[in-house]
């Protein structure tokens, strides 16, 4: 997909990611890797009033070469596209139940959501780490989503939201979509007896389609 094309994909993206109320506001942020450099959402933005000639523009090192100014957290997503090399696309939303689920959480676990479908396994994978908190913008926190990126293709901010990443854009938004599922199912189901997939059906998952 060309760079014309991505910057359209965004915009589509984002219009029905807040469409389906995992973004409000201004919150949310999206990125694609491109072979010169990165696309961002800019700061500020709305996800649901995208235009794909204000997209920001980065070059290889991060820095704003055109379009409107980028994200406050460009570290957020640079964590993640410099730990996974393979990623071509960052997505972080604000959810409500995967951010609900990043409130009850503790730091450092890594199963908040239990494995509950396979989608979520083939998706999101074995693990699903909870950064600790940090203040939203607080550059201080690419270290410690970088650490958290390393073994896992997403993670969950303490009391903040989801960041999620993919091969490709689709593969990050529907992996997002994914995750904001299982955490509605994990609190639907809380308290109850709910059957798990084992890890053998884990494992079976994974070496299928991870």
């Not at 996974?84 to 450092?108: D, F």
């Not at 994914?178 to 053998?200: D, F, N, V």
């Amino acid at each position: 997909m060309n760079e014309n094309a991505l910057r359209e994909a965004i915009c589509a993206h984002g219009r029905l990611l807040f469409g389906r109320g995992y973004s409000v506001g201004s919150a949310g942020n999206i990125s694609v890797r491109l072979p010169d450099g990165f696309l961002m959402t800019p700061t500020n933005s709305c996800l649901g009033r995208l235009e794909p000639d204000r997209i920001s523009k980065l070059d290889r090192d991060y820095r704003h070469v055109s379009g409107d100014k980028p994200s406050k957290e460009v570290f957020m997503h640079r964590a993640f596209l410099e730990a996974r090399p393979k990623a071509g696309a960052v997505v972080h939303l604000h959810s409500t139940h995967a951010t609900a689920i990043a409130c009850l959480a503790e730091p450092g676990d890594t199963a908040p959501i239990p494995p509950l479908t396979p989608y979520f396994v083939m998706r999101i994978g074995r693990s699903l780490p909870v950064v600790p908190y940090y203040r939203p913008g607080d550059a201080a926190m690419e270290p410690a989503i970088a650490e958290a990126a390393r073994g896992s293709r997403a993670a969950l901010l303490a009391n903040h939201g989801p960041v999620v990443s993919g091969k490709s854009l689709d593969d990050a938004v529907y992996a997002a979509e994914e995750l904001e599922e299982a955490a509605r199912l994990a609190l639907m189901l809380r308290g109850q007896q709910a059957r798990l997939l084992t890890p053998t059906q884990i494992d079976d998952l994974l070496e299928t389609f991870g």
